[in-house]
DNA sequence: ATGGTAGTCTCACTA
């Protein structure tokens, strides 16, 4: 079983590359990130064709998260029970009916825009109310994968240069020290936990030419329960796709289990 | 380098 998480950056603009990705690389779960559609024209049939279940949490033009699943779908959550005032469609949750069920969730963490801002204050309470229902799912000590766009590189090894990037949007200590007290908090960076010193990025900047460049930061993860990390037996971040023509910012990072 | 590119019911906003 494998299952994947990438943000696409506007599952319409980039459904060919999706796809055509779906086909080669056959995930049997798919997060999806920046959908950026209304749930009514998310791309329903061409994905369903291929062999998935759908379930989608969208809005217009901005944001909106996905779940696709070759097991069926259930118990589906379409916002972050910690944050019932947030009306921004940046979580998802389910159940997938495989031999093992595993509970799945797509998030989108607010990227924060400018450090001080108040997208940054909105990126760091996410967060926090993030944090909060990941600590009560874990209690139900079930296979559980959150995975998605944290917007943040967690530790030196995860960006290119961090003396530069210190104290900058996705690498200042208060969004690092969050990620941190949720992995002290009992979940596992599946990525990190299996490579500890290997450098690998998930995203690079369209703008710097990040990926020309060979720039980028570590911003994609799975957090996993610990009877999750258990049967993983490999993580790959699918960096190839950031080179095909009309890319994502992001790859897809994917996990293996037996 | 306060630039650059990409996506969206756009000429402004988010990332």
């Not at 696409?8 to 060919?16: C, E, H, K, M, Q």
């Not at 379930?55 to 696709?68: F, M, R, W």
């Not at 019932?84 to 031999?99: K, L």
């Not at 959150?146 to 943040?152: A, C, L, P, T």
């Amino acid at each position: 079983m494998k299952i994947s998480t990438w943000n696409v950056n506007s599952v319409r603009a980039r459904l060919p590359l999706v796809l055509n990705w779906l086909r080669e690389s056959s995930p049997d779960v798919v997060l999806l990130q920046e959908t950026k559609v209304v749930d009514e024209l998310f791309p329903y049939e061409e994905i369903e064709d291929l062999g998935y279940n759908i379930a989608v949490s969208g809005q217009k033009t901005y944001n909106g998260v996905a779940i696709l699943s070759k097991f069926p779908i259930e118990d589906v959550i379409t916002a972050l029970p910690t944050f019932p005032e947030n009306t921004e469609a940046r979580y998802i949750e389910a159940v997938i009916c495989s031999d093992i069920p595993v509970r799945v969730v797509s998030v989108y963490v607010p990227n924060g825009m400018e450090v001080g801002s108040d997208k940054f204050a909105y990126k760091l309470e996410f967060l926090d109310r993030l944090h909060e229902h990941m600590q009560n799912l874990l209690e139900y000590d079930e296979c559980l994968a959150v995975g998605g766009d944290y917007n943040i590189a967690p530790e030196e090894i995860d960006v290119h240069d961090p003396v530069r990037m210190e104290g900058r949007i996705c690498f200042h200590p208060e969004e690092r020290k969050r990620f941190r007290t949720m992995v002290n908090g009992g979940f596992i960076d599946a990525f990190r936990a299996k490579y500890p010193d290997t450098k690998q990025y998930t995203w690079w900047d369209y703008r710097t030419k990040g990926w020309e460049n060979g720039r980028g930061m570590r911003l994609d993860h799975f957090l996993v329960s610990p009877q999750m990390a258990d049967l993983i037996k490999d993580v790959v971040a699918e960096e190839d796709t950031r080179g095909l023509p009309k890319p994502s910012d992001h790859c897809p990072l994917s996990f293996m289990v037996l």
